[in-house]
């Protein structure tokens, strides 16, 4: 594990390209949360788990809504428009309250996150080498792959993010869980560890998201995206901490696709330009930061308040 950490921070020493102005860094979300949250018109709260923090929100009202919701963004950290719809979202809900209890992860893999914001746009692991998305301990299998950035980690929940995941989970019991992430344009719900899909019947405001989002694909991920992902946060949500309804949303797709398969050998290549020279690891990077997140400043807006919206349907 160390030896990839090292790998990682001298690929990092040949990264050089700016980031977006409109975009955030890890250093200006925690600023900007700060100042949403002094004049939030609920009662807000901030806790940090190690180096991931995590907001609640309550009602100011005595009496509330027994409704509650988890919602996760940036898992991976190269998915930079997944912090900046939380960011945004965050916002929404502090100038409309509503009255039910939320917690929010805006930012769940800050140190990779830093790196990206440094031009290493194609970072989706953790420091750790772990991709957080497979280290959950619901249908956990190991794996490590590097090259993909999908490895699983040592053990079930080896990393403090996913920990804190858990122990919210296990303690706040909400009804609804989502996790934000970017790639393709997608609501999918488990399973994601096998293809075979849950249906959640008695969630109505499902089918009427899906006029806000008619390129979606719509139902269980392995299904729709065409492969399995063992150990994911949506999944054990659903199946090991018992949340009624669980979704991944994919909010932003370089190229409209009616399917997206597993990435293959040559793309996974395209990603992590091992071995190559300066001038080609630079334009990579930057193919990968367009491929997971809006560089026009118009899109970038269009898209984090539509899928704030998005998030607010379907935590009702």
């Known amino acids: 594990m160390k030896i990839f950490v090292i790998l990682i921070l001298i690929k990092l020493a040949f990264a050089g390209t700016s980031l977006p102005p409109f975009y955030h860094t890890t250093d200006e979300v925690e600023a900007e949360v700060k100042n949403i ?31 509650k919701a988890f919602l996760i963004f940036g898992e991976h950290a190269r ?11 965050l916002n929404q809900i502090c100038h409309t309250p509503l009255d039910f209890k939320l917690k929010i992860i805006i930012n769940m893999n800050p140190t990779s996150r830093r790196y990206v914001e440094r031009g ?35 053990e079930p929940f080896s990393e403090v993010e996913t920990q804190t995941v858990r122990d919210i989970l296990s303690s706040f019991k909400p009804k609804t869980f989502i996790t934000v992430h970017s790639g393709t344009l997608a609501i999918l719900h488990p399973w994601a560890f096998k293809k075979e899909d849950v249906v959640f019947s008695h969630h109505h405001n499902l089918r009427g998201v ?6 979606c694909l719509i139902g269980g991920a392995a299904t729709q995206i065409g ?16 949340v ?4 991944t949303l994919e909010i932003f797709e370089y190229e409209k696709q009616n399917q997206r398969k ?21 334009n990579k990077e930057l193919f990968c930061f367009d491929y997971f997140n809006p560089r026009s400043e118009d899109q970038y807006n269009e898209l984090v308040a539509k899928w704030s919206n998005i998030i607010l349907q379907l935590i009702q």
Request: hydrophobic share 25%; net charge neutral; proline share 2%.
């Open 37 to 67: 949250l002094k004049n939030c018109q609920m009662k807000a709260t901030q806790k940090k788990y190690g180096i991931v923090d995590s907001i609640t929100l309550k009602p100011k009202l005595d009496h509330e809504n027994k409704n």
């Open 210 to 215: 899906k006029n806000e989002c008619v390129d």
């Open 120 to 154: 290493h746009y194609c970072l989706r692991e953790n420091l750790n080498g772990v991709d957080l998305n497979r280290n959950y301990g619901f249908e956990w299998k190991f794996k490590e792959n590097h090259f993909v950035q999908d490895s699983s980690g040592p």
């Open 227 to 242: 492969y399995t992902a063992s150990g994911n946060s949506m999944d054990y949500a659903y199946g090991m901490a018992k």
């Open 244 to 247: 009624k309804r669980s979704y």
């Open 79 to 89: 998915e930079l428009i997944s912090v900046e719809t939380g960011l945004h979202l």
């Open 262 to 282: 597993e990435p293959d050998s040559n793309f996974a290549e395209f990603l992590q330009h091992k071995e190559k020279e300066k001038s080609e690891i630079s």
